[in-house]
């Protein structure tokens, strides 16, 4: 198993605003959209049903796991501190 990079303190569990929610799902769909269709289907349909800032909180893992089966864990990591912004 691979180590997991180091995760940034939790959001709140707040509601986010619709925008900033639909921006945060785009921006995940754009995180997996070069994985396999098995690996990416799963994902695609808890980052859909997402309704708050810690949902996609939650799905760290699996993002990381998923881009790092394919494309290594560098690629993770980076591709994931995108998703930081989001959070502050």
């Not at 810690?54 to 995108?82: C, E, K, M, N, P």
């Amino acid at each position: 198993m691979t180590p997991q990079p180091p995760i940034p303190p939790r959001p709140n569990s707040f509601p986010m605003p619709p925008d900033a929610l639909a921006a945060l799902r785009e921006a995940c769909f754009k995180l997996v959209a070069d994985l396999p269709a098995f690996d990416r289907k799963s994902i695609l349909a808890r980052v859909s049903q997402m309704r708050r800032a810690d949902d996609s909180w939650r799905l760290r893992d699996a993002l990381f796991d998923a881009i790092a089966q394919t494309h290594g864990d560098s690629v993770a990591r980076a591709r994931l501190a995108t998703l930081d912004d989001y959070f502050e």
